[in-house]
Nanobody, 127 residues
Framework: RVQLVESGGGSVQAGGSLRLSCAPS????????MGWFRQAPGKEREGVAS????????YYADSVKGRFTISQDSADHTVYLQMNSLKPEDTAMYYC????????????????????WGQGTQVTVSS
């Protein structure tokens, strides 16, 4: 199994920045894709960004492209989500997730393919 622990959420004003962290533990070698998702009250879970941990190739949802950056520390496998130019519509619970990709191409941002999930960290952006 893989355990994921998120941190770094908080409250900021619009235009501000936050950096989320996801610390994996357990059988990390069994996964090769990490992703960030978010879910606002009354809305479906949305894939925000993903990264293929073997080569660092990333994918972003259009809603965050140019504002958010996903990255990984190769030393301890921590995955980060740097969020800049935050908007009130970015307010949500943010989750880190992991799975093992078996096909070529980008890592998915569909929640259904991810096997492991963290507990989430709340991000609130005020106008």
């Amino acid at each position: 199994r893989v355990q994921l622990v998120e941190s770094g959420g908080g409250s900021v004003q619009a235009g501000g920045s936050l950096r989320l962290s996801c610390a994996p533990s357990g059988n990390i070698a069994s996964t090769n894709c990490m992703g960030w998702f978010r879910q606002a009250p009354g809305k479906e879970r949305e894939g925000v960004a993903s990264i293929y941990t073997r080569d660092g190739i990333t994918y972003y949802a259009d809603s965050v492209k140019g504002r958010f950056t996903i990255s990984q520390d190769s030393a301890d496998h921590t995955v980060y989500l740097q969020m800049n130019s935050l908007k009130p519509e970015d307010t949500a619970m943010y989750y880190c997730a992991a799975y093992a990709r078996t096909t070529v191409g980008y890592c998915s941002t569909y929640a259904s393919v991810f096997d492991y999930w963290g507990q989430g960290t709340q991000v609130t952006v005020s106008s």
